[in-house]
């Protein structure tokens, strides 16, 4: 850490320590928190209002949405209100002390999170009609970096690849593809999906997503 000059911090988001307006000393907070506690992030909020941030970029998830068995986009407002992503997505945009944009990723793949190995032997997969909304950790990244290179902030973005295959036609290529037998699949009974739509991300940031198709990944 110390010869790229970087500073770790551990920071306990349910207990913040008495340094964490050292840590908040930057211009841009990348908030990537798995917690869905609202009250946490609270206390988070009003020591982020104290500091210098003046732009926040919050990792979300595309799970802000119910099965609603059509194409989503973000500006349908088919949001759950009930959901605690959705609810601390609304909390940090009520904030006026900093702008903030807001990337709801798909469930994560590449590299150790290989979806082949996602459900163990003699686990159903339920549903397996669904389509999936997936997106590569390296497009992650890329989203993030343009947002913060073109500075797009007030703004939020469904970020999954482009196709959609259903559980049953990826989850069995994926588990050839290292060899595994495919899953064991529940029998289909009324399908009930959501397919997020990326046309945002790729028209407001003119991002091409460099896995854009999930048949075409292979895993190892």
């Known amino acids: 850490m110390a010869a790229i000059k970087v500073s770790p911090f551990v920071i306990n988001i349910g207990s913040l320590s008495s340094n964490i307006q050292t840590f908040l000393q930057a211009d841009i907070l990348i908030i990537n928190i798995p917690v869905k506690n609202r009250d946490y992030f609270e206390f988070l909020l009003k020591e982020i209002e104290k500091s210098k941030i003046k732009k926040v970029l919050y990792v979300s998830s595309t799970s802000v949405y119910g099965d609603e068995s059509c194409v989503i986009s973000e500006s349908d407002g088919l949001e759950l209100t009930e959901s605690p992503l959705y609810k601390i997505e609304t909390l940090l945009r009520e904030s006026k002390k900093f702008k903030i944009t807001v990337v709801r990723f798909g469930g994560l793949i590449g590299y150790k999170r290989n979806p082949g190995k996602f459900f163990s032997q003699g686990k ?97």
């Open 124 to 220: 159903l997969v339920q549903n397996p009609d669904a389509n999936v909304n997936l997106i590569h950790r390296d497009d992650c990244i890329g989203i993030i970096s343009q947002i913060i290179e073109q500075q797009v902030w007030g703004q939020e973005f469904n970020c999954c690849t482009d196709t959609h295959p259903t559980k049953k036609q990826f989850y069995t290529k994926v588990s050839n593809d290292i060899g595994f037998p495919a899953p064991n699949f529940a029998n289909p009974k009324e399908k009930v999906f959501k397919v997020i739509s990326n046309t945002k991300v790729k028209n407001v940031l003119n991002y091409e997503f460099l896995h854009k198709d999930l048949m075409d990944i292979t895993f190892t």
